[in-house]
């Protein structure tokens, strides 16, 4: 099993469509968790960290629950811009190891 | 603030010779990272360092691959002799300590034919 699944995608959704991505972790060990947006061609970024009470940035919502190792990033309002990889990652103890998952592509068409 | 600045953008090399990759990190930032990413595998971390310390290369694939961080603002991944299993886009990046958010460099698409 690998230790970041997520969603397999890709998801293509109309613009102002509401979408959410999720992402499962096997070590229940992880401490810190995070979204990161990858761009076609282009480095990975940092979107958004996951806290254990959830938290928004915007129109993203990110959710984080422990019992189950399950992460969601919940996008609304879908603008073209935010056509990209989504990458869940979560980290051990010192924040040096982090683990990637393969990434959800999402497609946000007019 | 330039970023993390990698070189070359790309490479194209035949197998069995030496690849040479390069990173310089954002002043002031404590940890540098290095990672490959491919279709089949996605984003692994290679090695990282702290204070231009080698803390730990267990991603490192086999002994062809050898990192070095002379000093705080440049570090060199070497692959020797390249193969063409090799070939996957080396991304750089940084961090402060105490800071969870990592700069990532543009990368370093190599191709090894």
């Known amino acids: 099993r690998k230790e970041v699944e997520q969603d397999p995608g890709p998801f293509n959704v109309p613009e102002g469509a509401t979408v959410a991505f999720n992402c499962t972790y096997s070590?229940?060990?992880?401490?810190?968790f995070f979204w990161y947006r990858q761009d076609c061609r282009k480095e990975p970024k940092l979107l958004m960290s996951?806290?254990?009470s959830g938290n928004e940035d915007g129109r993203f919502t990110a959710q984080l629950n422990r019992a189950s190792q399950y992460i969601s990033l919940l996008i609304r309002d879908s603008k073209l811009s935010d056509s990209a990889t989504y990458l869940c990652v979560v980290t051990k103890g010192n924040n040096n190891d982090m683990r990637f998952g393969a990434g959800t592509r999402l497609t946000v068409k007019p | 603030d330039a970023g993390v600045i990698q070189s070359p953008r790309h490479e194209v090399t035949e197998m069995g010779q030496e690849v040479t990759l390069r990173c310089k990190p954002i002043?002031?930032?404590?940890?540098l990272f290095w990672y490959r990413q491919t279709m089949m595998r996605g984003l692994e971390l290679l090695i990282y360092f702290n204070n231009n310390v080698p803390i730990d290369d267990s991603g490192m694939p086999e002994d062809r691959f050898s990192a070095k961080m002379p000093n705080a603002s440049f570090s060199t991944l070497k692959i020797q002799p390249s193969e063409p299993r090799d070939s996957a886009v080396y991304f750089c990046a940084s961090r402060r300590a105490n800071n969870y958010g990592y700069t990532f460099g543009s990368g370093t698409r190599l191709t090894v034919v």
């Open positions: 002043s002031g930032h404590d940890y």
């Open positions: 070590n229940s060990a992880s401490q810190s």
């Open positions: 996951v806290y254990s």
